[in-house]
């Protein structure tokens, strides 16, 4: 960031009175520009003993499988932005969502929030983001080829959940590591 979005004076990054971080502030107005992380929603669209994945048609990972997902609009619920994006990569209507994952990706600044909703009528088709849409029992995921560590994570503890009966709500930490390696890390459930 160079210049103001109040006034277009120049921008300097310090720590403002108060603060503890460095943030870019006006030299001008004073004004902080806070830089906060995106709030991505994305749903489980779950239609009998299957869930519903979306094969990406665009960049990041442009053609491999993913939860439709995406970032929330201003003026948005979490759960009106899930059950949007499902729709807008689908063409699915997703009903009774509740919330499923909470993950931090802290090498991009995100914040996923992961629901479970059931699929309506079972009926899907691929949106303009998506390639092609389908319906996958566990066996038929296609592990090697999900687009996102954070949708492997969701995936895999639903799936655990399912064969255990019980769903639970999950709280995490996405850490990069190398070039293609993560840590999960994961906060324990309510005692």
């Known amino acids: 960031m160079k210049f103001c979005s109040q006034c277009g004076g120049p921008v300097t990054s310090r720590v403002p ?3 503890q971080r460095s943030r870019y502030v006006c030299e001008a107005c004073d004004l902080v520009h806070y830089q906060n992380p995106k709030i ?7 239609w009998q003993d299957r869930i519903l994945l979306c094969r990406r048609a665009i960049e990041p990972r442009y053609g491999l499988w993913t939860l439709p997902a995406g970032f929330m609009e201003n003026a948005e619920s979490a759960v009106t932005a899930a059950a949007r994006e499902t729709l807008e990569e689908a063409n699915a209507v997703v009903e009774h969502l509740t919330l499923y994952g909470l993950y ?18 079972g009926i899907a088709s691929a949106g303009e983001e998506s390639l092609e849409v389908a319906l996958f ?14 949708v ?6 639903y799936f655990t959940d399912r064969r255990n009966g019980v769903f639970t709500l999950h ?19 309510p005692a």
């Open 17 to 19: 009175p108060g603060d």
């Open 40 to 46: 991505v929603a994305g749903c489980i669209p779950e």
């Open 104 to 121: 931090s990706l802290l090498h991009v600044s995100q914040v996923y929030l992961m629901f479970r909703g059931q699929l309506k009528d």
């Open 137 to 150: 029992a566990e066996h038929e995921i296609p592990w090697e080829q999900l687009a996102f560590t954070v």
């Open 152 to 157: 492997h994570e969701t995936l895999r503890q």
């Open 171 to 189: 709280v995490g930490d996405i850490i990069r590591g190398s070039d293609r390696e993560f840590q999960v890390h994961r906060y324990p459930g």
